[in-house]
T-cell receptor
Framework: GENVEQHPSTLSVQEGDSAVIKCTYS??????FPWYKQELGKRPQLIID?????GEKKDQRIAVTLNKTAKHFSLHITETQPEDSAVYFC???????????FGKGTRLHILP | EPEVTQTPSHQVTQMGQEVILRCVPI?????FYWYRQILGQKVEFLVS????????KSEIFDDQFSVERPDGSNFTLKIRSTKLEDSAMYFC???????????FGPGTRLTVT
């Protein structure tokens, strides 16, 4: 079945610097790649997503890139702020209405 | 903005007891899901439900689990005889047909003692 690998598991960056989280997926038929931010004890919150027909998408300080050939996708956060500290999950879906397959998560620490 | 709701927020139960976790999906949504997250781990798919039947289930979703949509609004997950390893956060999600984004509820923390 579909598998999503995510790294690093933990990432510490200085406030104001950039953070990059990388994921790979196994099923080349995957079509949709959401990213979630999860704060302690809360639900996963969708922060950005990308579909398979797009190579890059940006929303203010957050951007996502997708390389379908290599089956890689990445999250980039620029000008990091303390409130960016959280666990981030990448995920993949084959089709609309399909189950979400999550990566193992990256705990991001923003250092003052 | 409509939201998925879940009750209770926290449930403590003894091993071997039955629990029912409740969800109210967004009213015009057609597809419903349960996910589980053991503390400190990733979110894992349990089951999807469409048109009053299970459309897919994972290996985790064994005979101890069942789902039901008893009326037009509620969507429930039942664990018949809880085990210690069932302790986790359980998230319900729903989506309207033809789109990708699933809406998650706030979760129910299940603690089995």
């Amino acid at each position: 079945g579909e598998n999503v690998e995510q790294h690093p598991s933990t990432l510490s960056v200085q406030e104001g610097d950039s953070a990059v989280i990388k994921c790979t997926y196994s099923d080349s038929a995957s079509n949709y790649f959401p990213w979630y931010k999860q704060e302690l004890g809360k639900r996963p919150q969708l922060i950005i997503d990308i579909r398979s027909n797009v190579g890059e998408k940006k929303d203010q300080r957050i951007a996502v890139t997708l390389n379908k050939t290599a089956k890689h996708f990445s999250l980039h956060i620029t000008e990091t702020q303390p409130e960016d500290s959280a666990v981030y999950f990448c995920a993949a879906l084959l089709n609309r209405d399909d189950k979400i397959i999550f990566g193992k998560g990256t705990r991001l620490h923003i250092l003052p | 903005e409509p939201e998925v709701t879940q009750t209770p927020s926290h449930q403590v139960t003894q091993m071997g007891q039955e629990v029912i976790l409740r969800c109210v999906p967004i009213s015009n949504h057609l597809y419903f899901y349960w996910y589980r997250q053991i503390l400190g781990q990733k979110v894992e798919f349990l089951v999807s439900f469409y048109n009053n039947e299970i459309s897919e289930k994972s290996e985790i979703f064994d005979d101890q689990f069942s789902v039901e949509r008893p009326d037009g609004s509620n969507f429930t997950l039942k664990i018949r005889s809880t085990k210690l390893e069932d302790s986790a956060m359980y998230f319900c999600a729903s989506v309207s047909g033809g789109v990708y984004e699933q809406y998650f509820g706030p979760g129910t923390r299940l603690t089995v003692t």
